[in-house]
């Protein structure tokens, strides 16, 4: 056990290099600063559980007495989709139809199904309609009803939509997910993983007690995978993790869960003060914000374990990060545990994104994947097409997001491959409202490739439109906000060597230096301030004395597109300033598209990118 | 004529319909005297011990009739066979899945080597027929949970001679213990001894003791030649021999590693299309060659004494010794890659002045009194080969020492020289 604990203290080590810790930590200076050594041991929580402990699986095994709704429900989707699936090839090409009639999810959603595979195998119906709250129970484990109408007495229409996919066992890509509907999509989805945990132990449990009558081993009793974990939650920090165990909590029906205390301990704590904060952020960032966890829970007859070996246990919640860890300090650096999951959810995609992306892709190229050890497998109770490794091609993945980026569609495009179709979100988009009159420049820069872009890009800033705005009458207050380090790195870069008056602040900066650049930017001593959106995404300033903002590239999340154009607002306040004399001056490509629909809206996008025309303003 | 004759013959053993008609589809023409004995004591559900060398054809001896027991009465997890090598676990396999074809059998292979999971994977889809080596699926009884043998029929100890000559025994006794005692075993060994009767007390009821020839020999249907070459034109001579029986798929015997990787790079260079076979290749890599040349992609196998024993190549013209065998049961071993299962097949020996004595004991050993002929060569022929040889020698001796090399065996002071060497035959 002891070597284990180095081993983790040693992974934690190295991983203290690694960029997204310290950014969090030079940032993050108004939640309270932690010690060192406790990180350490926080940061890989559950770490140690996954060797040890010895699991008391038999003792729950005793009383058997499974309802098991379902079975023999050829038309449950658990039937169709997971017990008994019909035989398929490898899906080669996807084709993509429209779905409109599930207005709240977006009303130019899409389905996508495998050409050469026969989707309606996987689901009793094709119609995506709004469910009525019958059709979600008639899924639903009995057990599960009471519990659900205590926490969710009424379904919104949203609700009743996202169901449709949902339950259905399909892909599902949501991009309006954020701060003002979290119990709404989070109870749906808690409710369908819970059902599936609970079929499928049901289902383990029952045959159990019969594979011991019969002493025989039929082929009716391949009912599992390679390993008991089957749905894995990756979420941000770990309040939203406590938030969600509570949520699992509350709907599983059952009263008792074990480690409860210590689990309040290492994941809630009590907000800071965000008065002045935007309500997505206090939203985001209210109690522990640490961004390195991993947790086992397990499901029993009477109680929900937290802190379960990750082997013996039904649910992992993790971090992206916290998973990597434990996935690489694992004994021979495996991910076996990873094997046998059939849910994938992945909650506010876009916090995580700001995290880093490689994780996530990192633990999604190693889903479902054979493991390399047996890990007391029974093997003869694995189902066939976990022994034909398909197992990535039933997985359900769920994933929500406030906003899309390429990266995630992406990943969507790549790594969720289920058989039974893809279902993803997608919207008309208004234009942002900024609630006042500015002048703001669209500039298009058209690099030959995407490879091209970053060169193309600094070129044009620096030849033509950084020396406009100097020879502006009065050429100070400038906010140049990049999009990512890189390209902070690549402006900084840039000024330092041709010896601008410049402050620049990114996530890296200490907060001395975030406090000496606001004066000196605000008391024009310097000309230029050099702002990261992510640093935005973290601390969310408000920077004084700001009369022309340069988005060298559009920040991803359009709050964030608002908020800093707003800055020109409060210069007109303080000092008196004539609101046509402030611009806004916003850099963009083709590959640009999906961030800029969200700024200019779904009904300019097409022009703004294909038009004649290379700037476009709004007022 | 010939073939209505055959096709009653293995009928009139007891053979089902479909399963003649595997043999006739793997031309199987008439069969062997192990499989005359043994398949209609078999059909009869008795236990047999059988004594036959390798290729007598006794993997179609106990595989037949395994396969018509599992056809009457089909269930999974049916037959075990324990074979010593992995190679001749793979091929056991094959044959059982060419011959099992048309009724669809299941066959997992379980050796030593290889991926233990995938192995799992392999027994949980429950094959009918697991050939195995004793060490590893013992492994898997006692650490893969969910596979278990309680509804095995038929047990086959292949090579028991060699089983347990590789220190099989204790693995070979659990499984013994493991396995139900209500079944049927086929024991085959190419010699009697006291272990083997002890093993057979331990497996076998009332078996049939059937033996076909208690003595190491060559089959009737079997050409043998020697060919007398000096030590220096032997290379010439090989090739000589190989533009001589072109077209035709052989074997060539070596006894060292070195020589084995040395003559196909040779070969290679003289544009044959010829694959090596060694004990410096992995695993797969010598499943992979044995795959490349069974599918006739390249005709020429190069191979040291690790292929020698237990491969089945079922379309082998000609074994060609390059060396003399060191004893008369290499030898034995070595030209039984030929003339299998009733067809003909030539072995030629090659034997320079040094080998003479050797060759000589083999010959008196095997065949008495009597001289093999001589396999004919026109002398003038061969010298015309040396000039376009050397150069291929040439080639070959600097890859192997470049090879070498690479492996940490080179000389350190002629690093540098050598590189500087390679680099001017670059620039020419």
């Known amino acids: 056990?002891?070597?284990?604990?180095?081993?983790?203290?040693?992974?934690?080590?190295?991983?203290?290099?690694?960029?997204?810790?310290?950014?969090?930590?030079?940032?993050?200076?108004?939640?309270?600063?932690?010690?060192?050594?406790?990180?350490?041991?926080?940061?890989?929580?559950?770490?140690?559980?996954?060797?040890?402990?010895?699991?008391?699986?038999?003792?729950?095994?005793?009383?058997?007495?499974?309802?098991?709704?379902?079975?023999?429900?050829?038309?449950?989707?658990?039937?169709?989709?997971?017990?008994?699936?019909?035989?398929?090839?490898?899906?080669?090409?996807?084709?993509?139809?429209?779905?409109?009639?599930?207005?709240?999810?977006?009303?130019?959603?899409?389905?996508?199904?495998?050409?050469?595979?026969?989707?309606?195998?996987?689901?009793?119906?094709?119609?995506?309609?709004?469910?009525?709250?019958?059709?979600?129970?008639?899924?639903?484990?009995?057990?599960?009803?009471?519990?659900?109408?205590?926490?969710?007495?009424?379904?919104?229409?949203?609700?009743?939509?996202?169901?449709?996919?949902?339950?259905?066992?399909?892909?599902?890509?949501?991009?309006?997910?954020?701060?003002?509907?979290?119990?709404?999509?989070?109870?749906?989805?808690?409710?369908?993983?819970?059902?599936?945990?609970?079929?499928?132990?049901?289902?383990?449990?029952?045959?159990?007690?019969?594979?011991?009558?019969?002493?025989?081993?039929?082929?009716?009793?391949?009912?599992?995978?390679?390993?008991?974990?089957?749905?894995?939650?990756?979420?941000?920090?770990?309040?939203?993790?406590?938030?969600?165990?509570?949520?699992?909590?509350?709907?599983?029906?059952?009263?008792?869960?074990?480690?409860?205390?210590?689990?309040?301990?290492?994941?809630?704590?009590?907000?800071?003060?965000?008065?002045?904060?935007?309500?997505?952020?206090?939203?985001?960032?209210?109690?522990?914000?640490?961004?390195?966890?991993?947790?086992?829970?397990?499901?029993?007859?009477?109680?929900?374990?937290?802190?379960?070996?990750?082997?013996?246990?039904?649910?992992?919640?993790?971090?992206?990060?916290?998973?990597?860890?434990?996935?690489?300090?694992?004994?021979?650096?495996?991910?076996?545990?990873?094997?046998?999951?059939?849910?994938?959810?992945?909650?506010?995609?876009?916090?995580?994104?700001?995290?880093?992306?490689?994780?996530?892709?990192?633990?999604?190229?190693?889903?479902?994947?054979?493991?390399?050890?047996?890990?007391?497998?029974?093997?003869?109770?694995?189902?066939?097409?976990?022994?034909?490794?398909?197992?990535?091609?039933?997985?359900?993945?769920?994933?929500?997001?406030?906003?899309?980026?390429?990266?995630?569609?992406?990943?969507?495009?790549?790594?969720?491959?289920?058989?039974?179709?893809?279902?993803?979100?997608?919207?008309?988009?208004?234009?942002?409202?900024?609630?006042?009159?500015?002048?703001?420049?669209?500039?298009?820069?058209?690099?030959?490739?995407?490879?091209?872009?970053?060169?193309?890009?600094?070129?044009?800033?620096?030849?033509?439109?950084?020396?406009?705005?100097?020879k502006q009458a009065e050429p100070e207050g400038i906010l140049l906000v990049a999009p990512n380090y890189t390209d902070f790195v690549v402006l900084r870069n840039y000024l330092e060597r041709n010896d601008f008056s410049y402050v620049s602040?990114?996530?890296?900066?200490?907060?001395?230096?975030?406090?000496?650049?606001?004066?000196?930017?605000?008391?024009?001593?310097?000309?230029?301030?050099?702002?990261?959106?992510?640093?935005?995404?973290?601390?969310?300033?408000?920077?004084?004395?700001?009369?022309?903002?340069?988005?060298?590239?559009?920040?991803?999340?359009?709050?964030?597109?608002?908020?800093?154009?707003?800055?020109?607002?409060?210069?007109?306040?303080?000092?008196?300033?004539?609101?046509?004399?402030?611009?806004?001056?916003?850099?963009?490509?083709?590959?640009?598209?999906?961030?800029?629909?969200?700024?200019?809206?779904?009904?300019?996008?097409?022009?703004?990118?294909?038009?004649?025309?290379?700037?476009?303003?709004?007022? | 004529m010939t073939e209505s004759k055959s096709e009653s013959a293995f009928k009139k053993l007891g053979l089902i319909d479909i399963l003649v008609e595997s043999c006739e589809a793997l031309k199987f023409t008439k069969p062997t005297p192990i499989q005359e004995q043994s398949i209609p004591a078999a059909l009869e559900g008795k236990d047999i011990m059988g004594f036959a060398a390798t290729g007598s054809g006794k993997t179609a001896a106990f595989a037949l009739p395994v396969l018509q027991a599992l056809y009457e009465k089909p269930s999974p997890l049916f037959c075990v066979v324990l074979s010593p090598t992995r190679e001749l676990a793979h091929q056991t396999a094959q044959q059982f899945q060419a011959l099992g074809a048309p009724m669809g059998v299941k066959t997992a292979v379980i050796i030593g080597g290889e991926d233990n999971m995938k192995q799992a994977i392999a027994l949980s889809r429950k094959p009918h027929i697991i050939v195995a080596t004793p060490g590893r699926l013992l492994d898997h009884l006692e650490k893969t949970k969910g596979f278990h043998l309680r509804h095995l029929k038929y047990l086959v100890l292949d090579e028991a001679d060699r089983l347990l000559d590789m220190d099989f025994k204790e693995p070979i006794s659990k499984i013994l213990e493991i396995i139900p005692s209500q079944r049927r075993t086929f024991l085959f060994s190419a010699t009697p001894s006291k272990d083997i009767e002890s093993l057979q007390r331990a497996s076998l009821r009332n078996p049939v003791r059937i033996s076909v020839s208690s003595k190491v020999t060559t089959v009737d249907t079997l050409q043998e030649y020697y060919v007398f070459t000096p030590l220096k034109h032997k290379d010439a001579t090989l090739v000589y021999i190989l533009n001589e029986l072109a077209g035709k798929s052989m074997i060539v015997f070596v006894n060292t590693k070195d020589e084995g990787t040395r003559i196909p790079m040779m070969l290679e260079a003289l544009g044959f299309s010829c694959i090596p076979i060694n004990g410096n290749m992995t695993q797969e890599a010598r499943l992979g060659a044995l795959n490349k040349f069974r599918a006739g992609s390249k005709n020429i196998l190069v191979a040291t004494n690790v292929a020698a024993r237990g491969l089945d190549i079922p379309l082998v013209d000609v074994v060609i010794n390059y060396q003399v065998p060191d004893n008369a049961a290499d030898y034995v071993h070595r030209v039984g890659r030929t003339a299998r299962a009733g067809r003909t097949g030539k072995a030629i020996t090659m034997c320079a002045q040094y080998d003479v004595i050797r060759y000589t004991n083999i010959e008196s050993e095997l065949h008495g009194d009597k001289k093999l002929p001589e396999f004919p060569i026109d002398k003038e022929g061969v010298m015309l080969l040396l000039g376009s040889i050397d150069e291929a020698q040439r080639q070959a001796k600097m890859s192997m020492a470049r090879l070498h090399e690479r492996m940490g065996k080179g000389k350190g002071g002629h690093r540098n020289k050598r590189r500087r060497t390679d680099d001017q035959d670059a620039d020419d």
């Open chain 1, 1 to 470: 056990m002891s070597d284990d604990r180095k081993r983790a203290y040693n992974a934690l080590l190295t991983l203290l290099d690694d960029d997204s810790i310290q950014k969090k930590q030079k940032v993050d200076v108004s939640s309270e600063p932690t010690p060192s050594t406790e990180t350490t041991h926080e940061a890989v929580e559950g770490y140690e559980d996954v060797v040890g402990e010895e699991d008391n699986v038999e003792e729950e095994e005793i009383d058997i007495q499974v309802e098991d709704d379902n079975e023999g429900d050829k038309q449950d989707p658990f039937e169709l989709h997971f017990a008994h699936p019909k035989d398929f090839d490898e899906p080669t090409k996807w084709s993509s139809k429209h779905v409109t009639t599930l207005p709240k999810l977006g009303s130019r959603s899409l389905i996508q199904i495998p050409e050469n595979i026969d989707s309606s195998n996987f689901s009793e119906d094709q119609d995506y309609t709004q469910l009525k709250e019958q059709q979600v129970l008639s899924k639903v484990k009995h057990r599960l009803h009471a519990s659900f109408k205590g926490v969710n007495p009424e379904y919104s229409d949203l609700q009743l939509q996202f169901a449709s996919p949902l339950l259905k066992y399909n892909d599902v890509l949501i991009t309006n997910r954020d701060f003002t509907n979290t119990d709404e999509y989070l109870n749906m989805t808690v409710l369908h993983m819970l059902n599936h945990v609970y079929k499928t132990r049901d289902r383990v449990l029952k045959n159990n007690s019969t594979k011991n009558e019969v002493k025989e081993d039929l082929d009716e009793f391949r009912d599992q995978g390679f390993s008991r974990p089957k749905a894995l939650v990756i979420l941000p920090t770990r309040n939203t993790a406590y938030d969600f165990v509570s949520k699992v909590h509350q709907i599983s029906g059952l009263r008792q869960m074990e480690q409860q205390k210590r689990f309040k301990e290492k994941f809630k704590a009590k907000s800071s003060d965000f008065s002045t904060k935007p309500d997505d952020f206090k939203d985001l960032f209210a109690g522990n914000t640490n961004e390195a966890f991993c947790l086992g829970i397990k499901f029993t007859r009477q109680a929900i374990k937290l802190y379960t070996s990750f082997y013996a246990s039904d649910l992992i919640i993790a971090s992206p990060l916290g998973l990597r860890l434990v996935m690489e300090g694992n004994k021979d650096g495996n991910s076996d545990f990873l094997s046998s999951i059939e849910m994938c959810i992945v909650d506010r995609m876009d916090a995580i994104a700001m995290q880093s992306w490689t994780n996530i892709k990192f633990i999604f190229e190693r889903l479902n994947i054979i493991p390399r050890n047996m890990n007391d497998c029974d093997f003869s109770r694995v189902r066939e097409w976990y022994l034909d490794n398909k197992a990535k091609y039933l997985r359900q993945n769920i994933l929500m997001t406030q906003y899309l980026t390429p990266e995630m569609l992406s990943l969507f495009n790549k790594y969720c491959l289920n058989v039974s179709g893809k279902f993803r979100s997608r919207f008309n988009m208004d234009a942002v409202n900024l609630k006042m009159h500015i002048h703001q420049k669209f500039q298009r820069i058209n690099p030959t490739s995407l490879k091209n872009d970053s060169q193309t890009r600094l070129k044009f800033f620096t030849n033509s439109l950084l020396p406009s705005l100097l």
């Open chain 1, 505 to 619: 602040m990114s996530e890296y900066s200490t907060p001395s230096q975030i406090g000496r650049g606001r004066t000196f930017f605000a008391n024009k001593k310097a000309q230029i301030m050099l702002y990261s959106a992510r640093l935005h995404h973290y601390r969310r300033y408000g920077i004084k004395g700001t009369r022309t903002v340069v988005f060298y590239g559009l920040p991803d999340n359009p709050e964030f597109y608002t908020e800093i154009t707003r800055f020109l607002g409060r210069t007109v306040i303080d000092l008196q300033i004539d609101p046509d004399l402030l611009h806004v001056h916003a850099l963009y490509s083709k590959w640009d598209a999906l961030k800029l629909e969200r700024i200019v809206g779904s009904k300019r996008v097409g022009q703004f990118i294909e038009g004649v025309s290379d700037t476009y303003e709004l007022y």
